[in-house]
């Protein structure tokens, strides 16, 4: 009897954080290994990556890591996942050229890893199980389908994909190996689900190019704002900039090392008569040239502080005036919305002429209804499984392959940590659960970020701290100095002096009758001040600020 599993470690009920598992034949295909950027209410965090619990504990079974294309949200958790694991990584040339940067980032070598380059006529096998990759296009060049085939059928990962057909060679999908796989039988179609909420938005660039030429041939300097993983549609931008003889410069691209890295390996091309690199200003370089072009790169809130920068004068290359004409090409990703607001605010202080590219004249790099029904066709699958996004998208894909004719209990939606099983190719309706969560990523600190730690910053950011700072002889039990008390992040307005000066009493006064008891103890003499102070405190101002009482214990000098 044969028994194909599949679990999600992340990726399913969320945005980013994409991590599939596949088993068969006693062994685990990891698919992907993402990140996700943390919402508003994680404070100090920087990403927060997939708990990898199961995949220690099953480490020998673990045949590789199997990577569809370059975004960080399936491939950032790549670098500290091989700290623990050390297994195969498999992806295409220009993925695995982004992984080596991850791992320089993190202090690792690549030298020390194995680092696969998958092409669609390679085929990988495992025993009686084998891997494929066939070529989508993607927002990003090098992405991938990936196809894990077992006695089964194949169970077939297709993430963040569009069906539209591309001139470009490097954002083309190989309809034909898909359709191939589809004859050979597909027992599970993995398929993203993010672009199911893509509703009349444009197929093509026609309307998009068509812009960005008016814009062009009737304005001096030119400002676009993108996204530095948006690199098809900055190849397009570069393009149309090169057909009205612009001079274009990227800034971010030394910084941003996907933009460094599709330069290098000739995924992004500009012809050397129309590059130019920017100098720092000085009063003879200005940097603003009518004919000029200039592509901000960034991810995620990057693009919107250099246009601020350039705003307030503080950028070294670029300062923005009244005759510049900034394009904003890249809609806010999650989390970004109010910094993009704030950024339109200020440049409309300029009195610059500015235009927002609005979302229904890009076309999506996620795969739409239509594009999701055109794969189930090619592909024949026997279940649809709904991944890559938020409850909602795979709800709504849900839908979109009941309307395709596919039975509800066909189409399977699940959480991450529900593992299904397939005995002999026919789901049993019987789920298991196993260990999955969130590790938060603060800098270098990687997991030792508690509910306790954040529930701090947020009151730090919200309500302030106030410390209180005396020094005691715990021989004679005196008070030495103090008690000072000071307010951080605080604001009480003028009544401030009042506030430190009715703590300050209220603490000498509790400190003093505390010493009259023959032993002190000082967790409880901390635990006493920080009740009355908060008490004092939510009385005169409303508010619930941290209390960090400070006791200094010290023989007193005669």
């Not at 444009?202 to 812009?211: K, M």
């Not at 049993?428 to 260990?435: A, D, L, R």
Request: aromatic share 8%.
């Amino acid at each position: 009897m044969s028994n194909v599993k599949f679990c999600a470690l992340g990726g399913l009920g969320e945005n980013g954080k994409n991590m599939y598992l596949v088993e068969a034949s006693d062994k685990i295909y990891v698919l992907d290994a993402g990140l996700k950027y943390p919402s508003v209410d994680l404070f100090g965090v920087d990403a927060v990556l997939p708990d990898i619990s199961y995949l220690k504990d099953n480490e020998k079974k673990i045949v590789g890591i199997f990577l569809s294309h370059g975004h960080n949200d399936h491939i950032g958790a790549v670098s500290e996942l091989l700290r623990q694991i050390n297994v195969p990584i498999y992806g295409s040339k220009f993925t695995l050229a982004l992984v080596e940067e991850e791992l320089k980032e993190a202090g690792l070598t690549s030298d020390a890893y194995r680092l696969i380059i998958a092409e669609d006529e390679k085929r990988f096998y495992f025993g009686n199980t084998s891997v494929t990759f066939f070529s989508l296009n993607h927002s990003i060049p090098g992405s991938m389908g990936i196809a894990v085939h077992t006695n089964d059928g194949a169970v077939v990962y297709a993430p963040d994909f569009s069906l539209a057909s591309s001139i470009d060679r490097n954002y083309r999908t190989n309809f034909g190996k898909i359709s191939e796989i589809g004859k050979n039988g597909v027992l599970a179609l993995l398929t993203e689900s993010l672009g199911t909420s893509n509703i009349n938005r444009v197929t093509n660039d026609y309307v998009l190019i068509h812009a960005l030429t008016d814009i062009l041939q009737n304005s001096k300097r030119v400002i676009f704002s993108m996204f530095s993983n948006e690199l098809q549609r900055i190849q397009k931008v570069i393009n149309v900039c090169v057909a009205q003889n612009r001079r274009i410069a990227i800034i971010g691209k030394k910084a941003q090392k996907t933009i460094n890295v599709a330069i290098n390996y000739d995924y992004l091309k500009i012809p050397p008569q129309n590059s130019i690199n920017l100098k720092y200003i000085t009063e003879e370089n200005q940097n603003n040239e009518d004919d000029l072009a200039i592509i901000i790169t960034g991810v995620r809130h990057e693009p919107y502080y250099t246009l601020q920068r350039m705003a307030f004068g503080n950028d070294r290359l670029v300062h923005l005036n009244e005759q510049d004409h900034i394009v904003i090409v890249s809609q806010p990703t999650t989390g970004t919305e109010l910094l993009a607001q704030k950024t339109l605010s200020v440049l409309h202080r300029l009195n610059s002429q500015i235009t927002v590219i609005a979302k229904d004249q890009l076309p999506s790099s996620h795969a739409d209804n239509e594009d999701l029904k055109m794969m189930y066709e090619l592909l024949q699958p026997k279940y649809i499984i709904p991944v890559c996004g938020e409850y909602r998208h795979q709800f709504m894909q849900k839908h979109v392959a009941m309307e395709a004719g596919y039975p509800e209990d066909k189409i399977l939606v699940l959480d991450n940590g529900e593992m299904v099983s397939f005995q002999d190719g026919v789901y049993g309706n019987k789920k298991t659960q196993i260990s999955v969560g969130d590790v938060l990523i603060d800098g270098s600190i990687v997991g030792d970020i508690n509910e306790i730690v954040l529930k701090d910053r947020e009151l730090l950011g919200s309500e302030g701290i106030i410390l209180v700072v005396t020094t005691i002889d715990a021989r004679t039990k005196q008070i030495i100095a103090g008690p000072k008390v000071v307010l951080k992040g605080f604001f009480v307005g003028e009544t401030a002096n009042d506030v430190i000066s009715s703590l300050s009493e209220l603490s000498e006064t509790l400190i003093n009758k505390y010493l009259n008891r023959r032993q002190i103890d000082w967790n409880e003499l901390k635990g006493l001040l920080r009740e009355a102070i908060n008490k004092d405190i939510y009385e005169l101002t409303k508010k619930n600020p941290i209390i960090m009482p400070v006791l200094i214990d010290v023989e007193k000098k005669e």
